[in-house]
């Protein structure tokens, strides 16, 4: 079946501009995680969502980042007035979620780069 | 808090040789450890956790509790293993399956 799947691939914006990353998870999986991949930071957690409630938003690093998630399904990260600082690629994975919270596999998407000039 | 380190950035060696990929960690719980690859133009993918016990593409994994270390070895390397590795812990409990990532190792097999 369909991976995960995450538009747009390439994204170029001029600071202080607003974007919007989105995810579609595996159909079926409630478990929805944003990360964010920088050069020499590794990746970087940021938002999780079980269903359509984001439980844990620590990683989110400042309040122009905000997330949501819509009928358990699509996702979307919204970077508000963005810095040059925000510029990495942003990767969006999902995963069947137990009631304990063991992990399961996460099933990555490709990622979307966001690059702002 | 639990952190991932994985030491080398950059790891180069030839076709045929024993690799080692190094991962430490600090957690003070049970954590459960997992390796993810990345391929040129692939996706983040799992290749291991430590509970499965298992080899994968020749590549093993053991956690040592006290060390706190979770180091990937393959005997013997071969060109296609080229690729990002990453190191996560799960520190159980009630995180929500939330993984905590290193810093990746680049790992370059020349032939």
């Known amino acids: 079946g369909a991976g995960v799947s995450q538009s747009p691939s390439n994204k170029v914006t001029e600071k202080g501009k607003d974007v919007e990353l989105r995810c579609d998870p595996i159909?079926?999986?409630?478990?929805l995680y944003w990360y964010r991949q920088s050069l020499g930071q590794g990746l970087e957690f940021l938002i999780y969502?079980?269903?359509?409630?984001?439980?844990?938003k620590s990683g989110l690093p400042s309040d122009r980042f905000s997330a949501e998630r819509t009928g358990g399904s699509v996702s979307t990260l919204t970077i508000q007035r963005t810095q040059q600082e925000d510029s990495a690629v942003y990767l969006c994975?999902?995963?069947?979620?137990?009631?304990?919270?063991?992990?399961?596999?996460?099933?990555f998407g490709p990622g979307t780069r966001l690059t702002v000039t | 808090a639990q952190r991932v380190t994985q030491p080398e950035k950059l790891l180069s060696v030839f076709k045929g040789a024993p690799v080692e990929l190094k991962c430490n960690y600090s957690?003070?719980?049970?954590?459960?450890l997992f390796w993810y690859v990345q391929y040129s133009r692939q996706r983040l993918q799992l290749l291991l956790r430590?509970?499965s016990r298992e080899s994968i593409k020749g590549f093993t994994a053991d956690l040592n509790k006290g060390e706190t270390s979770f180091h990937l070895k393959k005997p013997f390397a071969q060109e296609e293993d080229s690729a990002m590795y990453y190191c996560?812990?799960?520190?159980?409990?009630?995180?929500?399956?939330?993984?905590?990532f290193g810093q990746g190792t680049i790992l370059t097999v020349h032939p």
């Open positions: 957690y003070s719980g049970s954590p459960e």
């Open positions: 159909s079926g999986h409630t478990a």
């Open positions: 994975a999902s995963s069947l979620a137990s009631p304990s919270g063991r992990p399961y596999e996460q099933y």
């Open positions: 996560a812990l799960f520190p159980g409990g009630t995180s929500y399956g939330k993984l905590t």
């Open positions: 969502f079980q269903g359509n409630s984001a439980p844990d």
């Open positions: 430590h509970i």
